[in-house]
C-alpha cells in the first residue's frame, strides 16, 4: 500500500476531501507551515499525526525547505500531496521530491498561474473556469498535468460563487488523481509526460452559456 504525506496550510478543505475518499493508500501525517491551519484540528480528530513546521522561523526558504524535506522523509511517503499549500517550494525541494509531488491549482493551467485565480477569471470575461491536478515542476504552477475539472462560468458568479463551485470539483479531482498515483494507472514517464494505463476515456464537451 503507498503512503501519501499531505502538506496544509489553511482550510484544508481538499485534505478532507481526500481522507474522506476512502483511498488505497496510508495518510502517514498531515503537515502545516502554519500552527492555526484549521485542517490541522480535522486531521487530528482523525487520528492523523501532525507537524507544524513554522516558515516564520527560518531566516531563508531554503532553510526552512530542506527542514520540511526532512519532516516529509520521517514518513517515507511514495506521494506529496499539496492541498492548499501556500509556499512557493524552492528548486531544491522541488528537486527532491520531482514525481512525487503533486498540487492542485484553481484554474485551468497553464492559464492563471499564481493568485487570484477566479477574479481573474472574472474580469477576463471567460465562460470556462476550472482547477487542475498536476505533478509540482520549477516554474510555479506548472508540470505536468494528471486531470482537470472544468465548470462554467455564469452571468451573476462573483469569485466567490465561482470559487465555492469549483471547490466542489476540486475534491473530486483530487481523490480521483490520488487514487490513479496511488494504484501506479497514472505514471510519470522519463519525457516528463503522464501516463494513463486505462485506454477508454470518457468525458463531454462543456457549452457556456449552455447552446439552446
Ligand atoms: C484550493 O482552492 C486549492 O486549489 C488551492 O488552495 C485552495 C485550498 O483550499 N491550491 P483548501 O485548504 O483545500 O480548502
Known sequence: MKKIVILISGRGSNMQALLAANLPCTIAA????????????VAQK?????????????????????????????????FVVLAGFMRILSAGFVQRFYGKLINIHPSLLPAYAGM????????DGVKI?????HFVSAALDHGPIII?????VLQDDSAVTLSQRLLAEEHRVYAQAVRWLCLEQVTLNAQNKVD???TKQIGHALFSPGLE
Open 30 to 41: 498531515v503537515i502545516s507551515n502554519r500552527a492555526d491551519a484549521q485542517g490541522l484540528q
Open 196 to 198: 494513463f494505463c486505462f
Open 116 to 123: 487570484h485565480t477566479h477574479q481573474r477569471a472574472l474580469d
Open 46 to 78: 482523525l487520528g492523523i499525526a501532525t507537524a507544524v513546521l513554522e516558515h516564520k522561523q527560518f531566516a531563508t526558504r531554503e532553510l526552512f525547505d530542506a527542514e520540511l524535506a526532512k519532516t516529509i522523509e520521517v514518513y517515507r511517503p511514495d
Open 148 to 152: 482537470q475539472a472544468a465548470i462554467p
Open 129 to 133: 473556469h476550472g482547477c487542475t491536478v
